[in-house]
């Protein structure tokens, strides 16, 4: 395996204490980052190209410690290895997810296979890279999903030339009102909040349908329907993509 060096990390970067990693969610101390990974080389290269680029990082080189550490819940993001001594890092992301719904995961495997990645983000990855990775590909990431946690606390939502205002639950597209019903309302405000990445259809359904829907069901596709009609403007279609086997991407890929 190889990992793809990144020359912005040949760049002096600020330390952690002067500058914020992500803009809106530090107050100047730096954003805590767990990397769970046990090749030395990658541990090294992801802890250094996340400290130069202000994380606080700690890091475990077992699944077990990677697992008591994230349970810990003082981390603001995670970066996990699947194939990891002791404890696979499936079972790590269950139980964080049942621990702390909101972190934001970010899993990295040399399994790049459709299923894995499917498998993966269904346990609640928040996203998934396959080695060999660029560190400017996963800083970005780690960046982009802490901006959605600080997206979440606020009230309005906006993504390309859609805006949300969740408490007036109103909706505009290029400044014009859009008038959805309460479920394609919560389908945009979920695609929203995980712009510009797959979310697959059964994400989808527990989130916004709240059950367990049967499998077979096209309601998530059925909807998505309603919501590119009703956001669909002349020469700009909704920016809401199909992705193949997967499920449905709001806005571009980050
Ligand atoms: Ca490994």
Redesign the pocket.
């Known amino acids: 395996m190889g990992i793809v060096a990144d020359s912005r990390r040949e760049s002096v970067a600020p330390s952690p204490t002067d500058r914020s990693a992500v803009d809106g969610l530090s107050f100047g101390k730096a954003l805590r980052v767990l990397v769970i990974?046990?090749?030395p080389g990658i541990v090294d290269f992801v802890c250094r190209g996340l400290e130069a680029e202000g994380f606080a990082v700690e890091a475990a080189m077992d699944g077990i410690e990677g697992e008591r550490l994230a349970l810990r819940g003082s981390f603001d993001a995670i970066v996990l290895?699947l194939?990891?001594p002791r404890r696979g890092g499936l079972e790590i992301l269950q139980s964080i997810r049942r621990a702390m719904p909101n972190v934001p995961v970010i899993v990295l495997s040399a399994r790049g296979e459709i299923e894995d990645r499917v498998q993966g983000l269904d346990a609640g990855a928040m996203d998934y890279l396959v080695k060999p990775f660029s560190m400017a590909e996963l800083v970005a990431r780690v960046r982009a999903h802490l901006r959605v946690i600080a997206q979440t606390s606020a009230s309005t939502l906006s993504v390309e030339d859609i805006e949300v205002d969740l408490l007036t639950r109103t909706v505009h597209r290029s400044g014009q009102a859009v008038t959805l019903s309460r479920t394609e309302f919560e389908l945009l405000v979920h695609l929203m909040r995980h712009h510009g990445r797959a979310v697959s259809r059964e994400q989808i359904l527990s989130s916004v349908w709240s059950y367990e829907h049967d499998p077979g069901t096209n309601v998530v596709d059925v909807y998505v329907g309603y919501l590119r009609r009703k956001l669909d403007r002349p020469g700009a279609p909704a920016p809401i993509f199909t992705v193949r086997a997967v499920g449905y991407r709001l806005g571009s890929s980050s």
Do not use: G, I, V
């Open positions: 990974e046990d090749e290895d194939m990891l």
